[in-house]
């Protein structure tokens, strides 16, 4: 028996619909699951057999990679394919590559700070290519700063050569502070040190609203920063933890202080650490100088366009009286993976993008401010330009001029941990000046730096000496 | 006939499941097994050495501020998760239906948007300076808006524990709202007429209705707080937040494995973590008697 | 009065439900440079489109969106069949082995997921199948959740239905697919939800395997966003706003299904 209508098309589905056992809602997923299924099927990924795959992590190194791909296939004939993956994930999926043995790629650019978790395990198994015999082959080596490759030195093999040499110069407001120091007769140039700086600024901190530095302690950079300046380090060439060496305890009982000391004796405080908050405290003046590598000068003339000409660059205020003006933050390595089929060509991309002609060098640095190892560049104009946002500075020869005095940075497996427990400890330290202020504080670091370093000593020492594994 | 259908279709029936069980299931659940008796470095790089990665961590004291941490999560989560979706339950329970209907859109609203896509929303709510949170409280209480909660040590835990409250309270709620209105509103009355008064109507007659459901959202809650991983992850970029006030056990796992390399290790912290979870489970299960309730 | 308060409260929740969510929306719209300056709203003369362009433009975000519907679409389906399978057995019959199967599924769900990601990676690797969404699909076919939910409210379907069946001379199959889903349906529809928000929001597994931007779920591309040289807060909050609507949609069609479902399976306890 048919009632009216049923019987009509709407009316049927309806009846279908209804009688379905399982119901609208997977039909409803299924559909639009079989929608988008035909939609990539229309639009298949394009099967790219490149023959060589590069993974990369800044997007502004990609589109410069990407660049230098073109010109490769038409060079070489050989195709490259610059792959952009998140920061965060590169680590992650580089280690499953590596432990799965698959879809490693041909090159690869690792942060400086993770590098050192690679080179672990034994020397013939590690899973970048020593590009020591490269480099010589190629003479290269004379090319580059020696420090610059410390870093990616693991028991003498070079896994990875240097994107950069990241020498960091003060930045500061030289619209506030240039008329101050002039109106006594002193130029920026003549605070030679760190005492000098505070000493003769002193008259423009008005707590709460204007410090003279920016020192974000929380996350450990600054303190790197001042550290290496000193000839300090977490980790010495050999390996060896030294993060709790006198060095470092001078250099946490001099820097815990600017930031933890109160009223007009505090001279240091941070809103945040490149982001925008922390523009926003600069571009209002409420701290009038900050530790700048080159890339992030690039950084801060894109998010704080308000200071398009106030702002000067110079080789950081020393520790001490002819010490160190400059230091390093940051880092980034290529290396070329073991299973690269044709390391060869890897060297030659390689080449192509670290070591090419000094225009190339120069087009980076005008985008990036990114200054490169390789010497030879550093004659391009780019790098001589006057810079109008720098005041009228020459911001590549500011940059040039300190390069060869950066001080080594020296990697380990162990380096994140050893970070974050050096991020313990100067919290630690922060919170006990801020307690107990400076009585007793030195013997208080020594120790919290020991016990800090003692931790990661007996990681290190658990690790298997692999090389006489067999 | 059917008698002997019946006694393979059982089979029949779970075999697909049992096959992909045992293929993405057990076997990694195995290897990882094996995997924890090694310290790692690389695929073709392997120290056996039994036991110690368990023994270390028991020493490890980056492992124990994990723990503490993820503790302090869990508890904090789930001691302020159920009395607020149990009350927004009870509140909702007195709504007319229409009311009910839309008010639980709302409350469940911020499940639907995801764990991923709202630590992409919180990332930016919870930034210092523009960001909703701080913009809101300055507005409203005058404190000031430079508060980083993602960069202060004893402010990350408790923003975490904020976002999963926003991601999860509507989720439970459902449970509880459901649960209430399951109870036999006759029971009501007979407490009622016996003369007692809300608060003993809510002890005597209310908690216990709902009593199943209760310890299977406090069991679900404890568990899956236990294993925060990609809140933490996605709101505190690859690190451990300041001072590792964000590590968390999975994440010092994920540390350990993919970004120290040494997957044995890894495992190691990952069985224990199931363990304790496991634990936990029982332990609360034992406590709140399950299934065994007097009527 | 009490109703009043009742009232008010609720409202108090909602509104703190609904303001991340609202200002989600208004951010959507935000220029980039108003960030700084429009904490919360901006003047509406000051809302653009201009993120949804830079969102298109600098990724391939419909195409993340067409990833993330395939494989969701395909691993919910597959999910279903197998766990309301799966949960009709083991709830409608009885057999050897039965206790095991269950004790053993039900450890496992207590095992956190980065701990077998290298050994799932290997495996995924050896049939072939990185950097493919079937390396998500097939893996993802395991859903002892949902097995587990299926079985707690089969429970309650009544064995009368199923011997009348059986008199009827239905196989098995029949019985499952006829007489038991359909009156199931609340809780395919609760499971249809929840396994859809889960696929949808996948992350970690999908960044390990996926390589190809081309296959990228929308997760993994829209983090890609926070690179390290600049933030898109503008695009960023556009692109989470879409990538969440097709689940509020989905939501809003099946919201009674899903509660009754999800609180029919729970309150049995």
Redesign the interface.
């Known amino acids: 028996m048919q009632a009216q209508g049923v019987d009509t098309a709407p009316g049927r589905l309806r009846r279908w619909l209804d009688?379905l056992?399982?119901?609208?809602?997977?039909l409803?997923?299924?559909?639009?699951?079989?929608?988008?299924?035909l939609?990539?099927l229309v639009?298949p990924?394009?099967e790219q057999r490149a023959d060589l795959t590069m993974w990369v992590?800044?997007?502004?190194h990609a589109d410069a990679y990407q660049a230098a791909a073109e010109s490769f296939v038409d060079d070489t004939d050989r195709t490259v394919d610059v792959?952009?993956i998140?920061?965060?994930?590169v680590?992650?999926?580089l280690?499953?590559a590596?432990?799965?043995?698959?879809?490693v790629p041909d090159l690869v650019e690792i942060e400086k700070s993770?590098a050192g978790?690679?080179f672990?395990?034994?020397l013939d198994?590690?899973?970048f290519l020593d590009l020591k015999p490269y480099l010589e082959r190629d003479a290269i080596l004379d090319r580059v700063p020696a420090h610059a490759l410390a870093a990616y030195t693991d028991r003498g093999a070079v896994f990875g050569v240097p994107h950069d040499i990241h020498p960091v110069l003060l930045a500061y407001r030289a619209d506030i502070i240039d008329p101050y120091l002039a109106r006594r007769g002193l130029r920026m140039e003549d605070l030679a040190t760190w005492d000098d700086y505070f000493r003769e600024l002193r008259g423009l901190l008005v707590p709460d609203e204007r410090y003279l530095l920016q020192i974000e302690y929380?996350?450990a950079w600054a303190f790197q920063i001042f550290l290496l300046q000193r000839g300090g380090g977490i980790f010495g060439p050999d390996g060896r933890l030294r993060m709790d060496d006198d060095i470092a305890v001078a250099t946490m009982t001099w820097m815990i202080p600017l930031v933890a000391e109160s009223g007009d004796r505090k001279v240091a405080e941070s809103?945040?650490?490149w982001?925008?908050?922390f523009y926003?405290g600069f571009i209002e003046g409420y701290y009038i100088a900050a530790l700048c590598p080159d890339w992030r000068s690039s950084?801060i003339q894109?998010f704080a366009k308000e200071l398009h000409g106030k702002l000067r660059v110079v080789p950081l205020p020393a520790p001490a009286p002819g010490g160190l003006r400059t230091s390093q933050m940051g880092g980034t390595m290529l290396g070329i993976s073991h299973s690269a089929k044709d390391p060869e060509l890897a060297w030659r991309f390689a080449k192509e993008i670290y070591y090419g002609s000094p225009e190339q060098h120069g087009r980076l640095f005008r985008t990036?401010n990114i200054l490169t190892p390789d010497r030879r560049a550093w004659s391009d104009p780019a790098y001589h330009e006057p810079r109008p946002y720098w005041s009228g500075q020459a911001l590549g020869e500011q940059f040039i001029a300190v390069a060869d005095e950066v001080p080594p940075f020296y990697s380990s497996?162990?380096l994140?941990?050893a970070q974050?427990k050096l991020?313990?400890a100067i919290?630690s330290c922060y919170s006990r000046y801020r307690s107990h202020g400076a009585e007793g504080f030195e013997a208080y670091v020594r120790q919290r730096l020991k016990s800090a370093a003692d931790?990661v000593r007996r990681q290190m020492a658990?690790?298997?000496d692999?090389d006489t594994?067999e | 006939m059917p008698l002997r259908t019946a006694r393979t279709a059982p089979y029949l029936f779970l075999a697909p499941f049992v096959l992909s069980f045992l293929i993405f299931g057990a076997y990694p659940i195995v290897r990882s097994m094996i995997l924890s008796l090694y310290i790692t470095s690389g695929p073709e790089a392997q120290h056996f050495v039994g036991l110690d990665n368990y023994l270390h961590l028991l020493q490890d004291p980056d492992f124990w501020t994990a723990f503490r941490n993820t503790a302090t999560f869990a508890l904090g989560s789930v001691l302020l998760q159920l009395p607020l979706s149990l009350g927004l339950a009870l509140l909702l329970n007195r709504a007319d239906m229409r009311g009910r209907t839309v008010f639980r859109f709302i409350f469940f609203s911020p499940n639907l948007m995801g764990l991923v896509f709202s630590a992409l929303l919180f990332m930016l709510i919870l930034a210092p300076r523009f960001g909703l949170l701080n913009a809101a409280l300055h507005a409203l209480f005058g404190l000031p808006s430079t508060t980083r909660w993602l960069s202060t040590p004893g402010l990350v835990m408790p923003a975490l524990i904020m976002v999963a409250l926003w991601l999860y309270a509507g989720f439970n709620m459902v449970y509880f709202l459901a649960a209430l209105q399951a109870v036999d509103g006759e029971l009501y009355e007979a407490a009622t007429i016996d003369g007692a008064g809300r608060w003993s109507q809510f002890w005597h007659v209310t908690l216990p209705g709902i009593r199943p459901v209760l310890i299977f959202v406090v069991v679900l809650s404890t568990i899956g707080s236990f294993q925060l991983f990609e809140l933490a992850f996605l709101l505190l970029g690859n690190s451990s937040g300041p001072d590792q006030a964000g590590l968390t056990i999975v994440m010092y796992l994920y540390q350990n494995g993919f970004l120290g390399g040494d997957l044995g290790y890894a495992s190691a912290i990952g069985w224990t973590l199931a363990l304790m979870v496991l634990l936990l489970a029982m332990i609360q299960l034992r406590i709140t008697g399950t299934g065994k309730e007097a009527r | 009065m009490r109703r009043v308060v009742v009232y008010m409260l609720l409202v108090l929740f909602a509104l703190l439900c609904l303001v991340p969510i609202a200002w989600l929306v208004a951010s959507a719209f935000k220029a980039n440079a108003d960030f700084h300056v429009y904490p919360v709203v901006p003047p509406v003369d000051r809302l653009t489109l201009a993120n949804f362009t830079s969102l298109f433009t600098q990724m391939p975000f419909l195409r993340f969106m067409m990833n993330s519907f395939f494989v969701a679409g395909a691993t919910v389906i597959l999910q279903l069949f197998f766990s309301s399978l799966g949960g009709f057995a083991l709830a409608k019959y009885d057999f050897a082995g039965k206790k095991t199967v269950m004790g053993v599924m039900l450890a496992t769900m207590m095992i956190p997921g980065p701990v077998l990601l290298a050994p799932m990676y290997e495996l995924i690797y050896h049939m072939g199948l990185i950097d493919s969404h079937l390396g998500l699909i097939v893996p993802g076919m395991v859903n002892v959740f949902g097995m587990f939910l299926f079985r707690q409210s089969m429970l309650s379907v009544p064995d009368e239905m199923l011997q009348a069946a059986r008199i009827d001379g239905c196989n098995e199959f029949q019985i499952f697919w006829h007489v038991v889903m359909p009156v199931s349906r609340p809780i395919v529809g609760a499971f249809c939800l929840i396994a859809f928000m889960g696929t949808w929001n996948s992350f970690l597994w999908p960044q390990i395997i996926l390589q190809s931007s081309d296959r990228f779920t929308l997760p993994i591309g829209l983090n890609q966003m926070i690179g390290v040289y600049e933030a898109d807060y503008g695009a960023m909050m556009a692109g989470t706003l879409l990538a969440v609507l097709p689940v509020v949609v989905l939501f809003f069609l099946l919201q009674k299904e899903f509660i009754a479902g999800l609180t029919k399976g729970a309150v049995k306890g």
């Open positions: 009688e056992p399982v119901g609208l809602a997977p409803l997923i299924a559909a639009t699951g079989l929608i988008a299924g939609y990539l639009h990924v394009p992590f800044g997007a502004l792959q952009l998140n920061y965060n994930a680590n992650q999926k280690r499953s590596l432990w799965a043995a698959v879809n993770a978790g690679f672990r395990g034994p198994k590690v899973g929380g996350d809103l945040g650490n982001d925008p908050s926003r950084q894109t990036t497996g162990f994140p941990s974050a991020n313990e919290v931790h658990r690790e298997p692999w594994e």
